[in-house]
């Protein structure tokens, strides 16, 4: 079988790690083809190295542009490729303009598209990665969800419960994956040097971030494990913060509440990786200098992702305004306060480990301050149950695409018979009959299932007993 897989950013490559890893693992034929969006290619080169992964089979390089540039570069870039290697299905991450890309040209093509964290809904439409999330869900024939929450959505929208597979999150698989690549690199150099006792943050190297939605900050360059890296570590009651939304960023009143906040954490030591463009903005509205000449904040530039992910591991505290990494410091168990007034990833805040503290000056110090003061308050939420899975998204995706393909259903054909109609119904199901068992005797198709003895709503899986609860679901003629 020949996978295609459509990158642009780093945290799709982060993400799409594992999935690369089993493709491989099993003898696939992978295509990898890298949109270039955002940072030259000798530095995408080393990043895959970095992470032990093959150099991609194809570079766009579309660099940084406009959302309708970029995306049109990407689209053209994309098709042709398509034409010429002919996959038997393209898989994308996320919910970058590559993504969007990617998703749009293959189901024009007739290619199956597998959406890798689908489902996700911020349900603002402000922001650009919703767009491309909801875009890349109507083009998509395999649905893989991290978390059932995001399959309900999925399902209330309308889309196939036989298409929904809920995988978990391949943010887990990274995370404990690229952990020990960086904790290995990491005793190599403590190994063969002795560290300085001086850290000197000039040493890291500058760069922009590579999406709204980072999983964490990039580097112009390879990771480079250093001296000035371990001494950073062993900061104590260390807050990392990330800050790069353009609400966050160009509004003056949020950033200067939040700026204030981060002055006010006086017991902290605040790590902050300041992308460059927050950094101007700063300095243009006058915040830079005061912050820079506090002892507890270390003003760095921004670390590579391994090193990055060993400094969120060392943390207490993550402060960020990223999506990504509210699910990564969650799966670390790390307390995460957020930046914004929604999220994406609810189940980081039902399950108690994320809470949305907005631009709120006093909600943001109080809620640092009881974490650090309040152990019981820290042990729930460093302890919150981990909602996107076991970190075994990967193996489980390549399960199902193999499983699909060998049923021959892999494939986009023309449809050969007259269109079933159907009627949308809703029930009280008093019998005790599985989902499956359901459909098969009233030639229907479960849309979604409420129970009202918990009020909440569930997927409905074909084991799932529908006794007591209420249906939607479509009719048959």
């Known amino acids: 079988m020949k996978i295609a897989i459509v990158l642009g950013t780093r945290p799709e490559i982060i993400k799409m790690v594992s999935v690369i890893d089993e493709i491989i693992l099993r003898g696939h034929e992978l295509i990898l083809i890298h949109t270039g969006q955002h940072y030259d290619h000798e530095m995408s080169d080393q990043f895959f190295e970095e992470l032990e992964l093959p150099t991609p089979n194809y570079n766009i390089g579309v660099g940084s542009s406009s959302h309708g540039k970029q995306t049109g570069k990407m689209m ?25 890309a990617g998703a749009l040209v293959a189901s024009k093509l ?14 603002d439409i402000t922001m650009p990665e919703e767009v491309n999330r909801k875009a890349a869900d109507v083009c998509s024939k395999y649905y893989f969800v991290p978390t059932e929450k995001s399959a309900i959505k999925l399902s209330l929208e309308g889309i196939s419960r036989k298409d929904i597979f809920i995988t978990g999150n391949t943010v887990v698989d990274a995370c404990f994956r690229n952990l020990e690549i960086a904790k290995k690199h990491i005793d190599d150099i403590e190994n063969s040097s002795n560290p300085s006792n001086s850290f000197n943050p000039s040493n890291y190297s500058n760069h922009s971030n590579s999406s709204n939605n980072s999983t964490s900050p990039d580097s112009s360059k390879s990771s480079s494990f250093s001296n000035e890296i371990l001494n950073l570590l062993k900061l ?37 990786p300041i ?22 904040v270390h003003l760095i530039k ?17 402060v960020t305004d990223s999506g ?21 990833r609810p189940e980081t805040v039902e399950m108690g480990g994320n809470i949305l503290v907005g631009a709120d000056k006093d909600f943001i110090v109080d809620s640092a301050n009881k974490i650090l003061n309040d152990k019981s308050f820290y042990d729930k939420m460093s302890l919150a149950p981990n909602p996107y899975g076991d970190g075994t998204a990967g193996k489980k995706i390549l399960d199902i695409i193999e499983d699909s393909y060998e049923k021959g259903e892999c494939k986009l054909d023309s449809p050969d018979d007259i269109m079933d109609t159907f009627t949308t119904l809703m029930k009280i199901v008093d019998e005790d009959i599985t989902v499956s068992d359901f459909e098969i005797n009233n030639n229907a198709l479960i849309r979604t299932v409420f129970n009202p003895a918990y009020e909440s709503m569930k997927f409905p899986t074909d084991d799932l007993n529908l006794k007591g609860m209420n249906i939607l679901y479509d009719k048959m003629s």
């Open 110 to 123: 007739h290619i199956p598209v597998g959406h890798v964290e689908a489902g996700l809904r911020s349900y």
């Open 275 to 296: 992308h460059p463009r927050t950094k101007k903005t700063m300095e243009n509205f006058g915040l830079y200098e005061d912050l820079s000449k506090l002892d507890n």
């Open 324 to 344: 990504g990494l509210q699910e990564e410091a969650i799966t670390l168990d790390i307390p995460s306060l957020t930046l914004r007034y929604n999220t994406e």
């Open 76 to 100: 053209e870039g994309i098709e042709e490729i398509l034409l010429k290697e002919t996959p038997d299905i393209l898989l994308v991450q996320g919910d970058t303009n590559a993504v969007l």
């Open 302 to 318: 921004p670390l590579g992702y391994l090193d990055f992910l060993l400094l969120m591991s060392k943390s207490l505290i993550i």
């Open 236 to 272: 104590d009651n260390i807050i990392t913060l990330t800050m790069h939304r353009a609400e966050n960023v160009d509004n003056k009143k949020r950033l200067t509440d939040i700026i204030d906040a981060i002055a006010e954490l006086k017991d902290f030591n605040i790590v902050f």
